[in-house]
């Protein structure tokens, strides 16, 4: 579980930055560089995903039951993931209407992911990982907001063929995943297939 926590906290660290220090955050971009800046902050998230990774791993080998959900979590937790999913495509998808409307649709898939695994699972590696996630993306979501706001930031306006695409780029990512991608890189078939 430690290997899970430090890893938690350097990568929903290195992605709260911009929530709890924005000025130190462009002060030190501006001192480091563009590429410096970018290749650090790639360096310390890709070294915390991967003890998240591995922490998850280690700790799914001796679970800590808090509570046994219902199977009918998986369900609503399989519909929760075709809107994420949905939602990344969004994030991607230029002048579609999710991204037009939600502004940023990325650390929404962000937080209906993290919800739907919430409920879905009931031990403490869960309740970290998820729970972990679900908060950042609560507190990055509302700060973007606001900085767009203060930055008068105008979003594109949306066309229908591009959030038809976007819809289906999500359903297509969701089926994949669910029927075999999740198996392949988790070890469970969400859909119990």
Same mark, same amino acid.
Do not use: C
């Given at each position: ?15 709260? #930055?911009?929530? #709890? ?6 002060? @030190?971009?501006?001192?480091? *560089? ?38 009918? @979590?998986?369900? #609503? ?53 998820? *729970? ?33 695409? @976007? ?27």
């Amino acid at each position: 579980m430690t290997w899970l926590l430090l890893g938690l906290i350097l990568f929903l660290g290195v992605h709260s #930055v911009r929530i #709890v220090a924005e000025g130190w955050r462009t002060h @030190t971009r501006e001192r480091l *560089g563009e590429g410096a800046w970018k290749g650090l902050y790639s360096l310390l998230s890709l070294l915390g995903f991967a003890l998240i990774v591995w922490g998850y791993g280690q700790a799914r080998q001796n679970p800590v039951v808090l509570w046994v959900p219902p199977v009918a @979590t998986r369900h #609503v937790a399989a519909l929760l993931m075709l809107i994420s999913f949905v939602l990344l495509a969004a994030a991607y998808v230029p002048h579609n209407g999710f991204k037009s409307r939600l502004h940023h649709p990325m650390v929404l898939s962000v937080k209906v992911w993290a919800l739907a695994h919430l409920l879905a699972n009931g031990n403490l590696a869960d309740l970290l990982l998820f *729970g972990g996630f679900l908060a950042w993306a609560v507190l990055d979501f509302r700060s973007a907001r606001q900085r767009d706001r203060a930055q008068g930031t105008v979003y594109p306006a949306a066309h229908s063929g591009s959030t038809a695409m @976007t819809v289906l780029a999500g359903l297509l990512a969701w089926a994949a995943f669910a029927f075999w991608g999740h198996q392949w890189l988790i070890g469970v078939s969400p859909l119990g297939i």
